[in-house]
């Protein structure tokens, strides 16, 4: 299990209410270790604290021994099932959010949102290989969900309120 952290605060959180958002302790489950680093690199530069593991059991390990805000999974590892990580999740109570990120096909990821639905488990998915901007949109999105603050990105449109807003007038 590899921890990288950041110390960088992100230049959006010093830019008032709209760009306000905090520090997310996420969780990597990934046994493509390209993958990995890339989803780690694109967080820590967003300023959240990263836990990288490889496997479905040091998933497991560190899901029942630390507190995360964010568990990124993909579906398949080399040691398992990652639909075994998400019932693991269920047990343990975590209350934070999952985002998949899997080669899978749509079929399959919307197959484990139900699965992870029927587990009460807040669940996002993307498929590999994964589109950075959307992930570090959906850590936005659950950083400012954590605040009490309302979502400002989405993905489809890709645009902030205010941008929207600029290109009306």
């Known amino acids: 299990m590899s921890v990288i952290s950041s110390d960088a605060v992100r230049a959006s959180s ?66 398992g099932d990652g639909t075994e990580v998400l019932k693991t999740i269920a047990d343990c109570r975590f209350a934070g959010s999952v985002i998949v990120i899997s080669g899978m096909d749509a079929s399959r990821r919307s197959a484990a949102r139900s699965y992870a639905k029927s587990l009460a488990i807040d669940l996002q998915s993307l498929p590999k290989p994964v589109d950075l901007s959307a992930l570090r949109i959906c850590l936005a999105n659950i950083g400012k969900t954590a605040l009490g603050l309302p979502t400002v990105h989405s993905w489809g449109g890709v645009a902030a309120e205010s941008v929207v807003a600029k290109h009306r007038s």
């Open 14 to 79: 010093s830019a008032g209410p709209e760009g306000a958002s905090r520090a997310l302790q996420l969780l990597i489950v990934d046994d493509d270790a390209t993958q990995r680093a890339l989803i780690a690199v694109a967080a820590k530069q967003a300023g959240h604290v990263v836990t990288a593991v490889g496997g479905r059991d040091q998933a497991m390990e560190a899901i029942r021994s630390k507190r995360f805000d964010c568990i990124t999974l993909d579906l398949m590892l080399g040691d």
